[in-house]
């Protein structure tokens, strides 16, 4: 059968690397958690440039030792799965390739400077370790919160947006260049800092009518808010009262399928739902 | 009969120009959803002056070819329906005509720099393409929430605009001169950059009691944004529950009535709920 | 009877002045709401420098028009009430004497800029007009739901003025003068700045131990506007739910006790609630 | 008996300082109240250097006073309660401590200004007696509320802090050290005000790629302060439902065990719920 060709150690080190039901599986996913949240720090690090001159050596070796990790780990997790070509194209298997080849390029290539930043990227991995803890329910929960008010949201940012356009249009046309709004596209990038509350103050309107129309903006932004809140709390209030209802289970096993890589199996699951095999 | 009066191929023409619901309107959207934003672009990257002295040749036959179809399309509006008059000087019939003539006004008329920003509010049109999208029922979900709480808005701006013009004389009798508070409209266009919690920073308040008062200004702002997310996201909470009752159905048919002009018809009307006139 | 007593005219004033029932009366308020803003915008105007060197003379005539329509009000409404006293020292009827003397008084004084721009306060007296809106209904909801809330909203302002005080030490111990932190006070200034999501930029931390703070602050800021807001909105939504209730009853009467100067009548009330004296 | 063994002296001391059901523990609460809020104002006073120079004795005596209060009380304290090791190393008896001997310490040590400065965390001795007041209920309202929503707002910052790291990052690869993303831990900071939309203006994005990476972090932040919103307010709505029911009962009693210190006693409770002892 399909299971036995896949041989014991391989099943063994796929449950460790890829799920969070075993004491080694729920281990190797906070090892590598707190080397994912390491490398993004010593990036951070090295970014700053008085640090990085006084520790460049201990700096590098650090990020050597993660790299060789990261490659060793990428390898397991090629050798482990039976389909590895869909791995290496999924997603995941991109950015843990991404994540682990910029040290080896910096050799290779000249300007590795911003090669090194992206590096950061890294963090994205964190996302498939959420499987670890147990937030999952709840973080379920709240995606399929804002999965459903998503339409409603779209909508929003598409009449904010063309909103900002038509406003920043307005002020570009009552404001001129001397109060700093020299374009229409920087114009619109000031309606936005303004009607989203931010409010840099680089650029500040000058006139009499452009602070109007300037102070009208603000209590526009300052009201909209209101949209995105409310559609998101309906949707919440009303999750919650369906909590219970068995249409909307939360799936907190962690387990994904040997074969197919798939996640989000039933509890109490023993075949992929995806492709049948054995979990 | 009144429709035969009306020949075959205006039909044909109304139903590709203004509905969305045959293959030829449904494209006819798309292209023309694609213009509007093209030309948006073209306007704001003139506005940016070493693009504008770069390309200027390139930016001004783009805008040509839009202009052309623009005109074609306004024509063809005006030829397709039965009462060009009451197409002509409605809301979108204005827009349209206002989107069509700048750049033929610019070679009649002198400082055409601000007759050419005015091509941005051709973005108006979108609204109407609207009717495209799929997300129309959600739009208008969204539109009879902020309906129904609309006068509670205008009660809370009410209130906030009494606030920020007492707040903002108190700050100018305060403060005076020095800190930027030269007059009480500005000192109230301060007020209610912080009230909005935007905070330019171009003029902050430097004595003691300014700054105290600023605080309670800050507080408050903080305070009432509680006051129309309240409003809205109760009243979606109510728009949800009653969503299945019929009082409350959405439309989603796209047509127009070819006499005139009337949207919003049943999902399966046959006759214009407006002039009886067969859809 | 007590009724007789005060004669036919004072009656037929006190209706104009003190209710909006009758056409007269509605006519007399939209009179006083246009020239209470009218006398706004002249103080406004008037602390415009360059304005007021241009047109002082104009400034100064309608000033004085609307000073001796507002002294002419203020004795009308003396004589027309039976319990003059009452009213003279009611909060309505001391910003009506505010309102009103800061011209004469500017003869009298020296040093009359403050004084002048008391007259913003005029404003005040819009409250009082707003039975004649029929929003009256909804801000009486609007601030049921605010009233009802008040404890928790107290609660929380008491929460984040302790945490500012604690958080702007922490920051002035960190950060020092060089950043602007110059003292305690100043530093709960910026906290509050910083927590409100307001963000001046007049202060801002300068040391990676305070930009960390500071990071952390506004996470916090941003995280707790959620408290107001949720509070508001639940009472807002359980106050929807209860408007058919008999005891959440609007009141919408606009009529006031010509005897006790008392509102809040009943909508089919004949006497008052107050004092028993005839509406 | 256990309560005879503690005399009666004490267990009076007991009642007036820990409870506050009675006149003298009301009005002890209340002293200790004024004590700690004028304290704190000293901190701050002293802080700011020109009334620290003019009024310093008037400043040392009054902390003079304070701390010999403060002295007295802690050793109160310790006397009346049965199990004093508990105290003094319980938060609160920690607090208590440290509230007190800066102002010893100062003669000892040298470098006292950050000492002195410690003092303002008194503060936090407010929240002990917040028992005094009757909005306990309320802040045990909203206490549960905010705990019910704990995990929910956790996965939000996480969510949150992972998007500043890698938005931070590509702000610091566009941007540069010109416009002030001088690393990237700058770059993050700057990513975090803008994203809380607190928007300060000490760095800007200067390049047009930059400015619009700055619009969509903008956009996100504006849009996803829906979510701890609507957390919160789901909760409170659901938490008001629940009033009525047993199980949501909210604790107003304000004694404390003389045995054991805990609080939270149920209204009617004559014994510990925790050591058994007499109440």
Redesign the interface.
Known sequence: MEQKAHSGWKHKLHEVIYEADTPAGKLFDIVLFVLIILS?IL??LE???HIDAEHHKILLTLEWIITIFFSLEYIARIISIKKPWKYIFSFYGIIDFVSTIPLYLSYILAGSQ?LL?VR??R??R??RILKLVK?IG??S??QS??KASR????????V?L?LS??LG?LM??IEGDEAGF?????S??WT???????????I?PQT?LG??L??VI??L???I????????????????KGEQSPGRRIHTNTQACPNCSVEGHRDNATHCYNCGHLL
Do not use: C, H
């Open positions: 993004v990036v951070m970014s700053v440039d911003v930043a950061a990227f963090l994205l964190v996302f937030f709840e973080a929960q709240l919160a804002l339409t409603k949201i779209a909508v929003f940012i598409y904010v063309i356009v038509i249009t570009y046309l020299t374009s229409i596209p920087t619109i990038y936005i800092v303004t009607l989203t509350t931010v409010g840099y103050g680089d500040a009499p602070q109007f300037a102070t603000m209590v932004g300052y009201g808010i209101a949209v995105p809140t409310g559609i998101v709390t309906a949707e919440f209030s009303r999750g919650n």
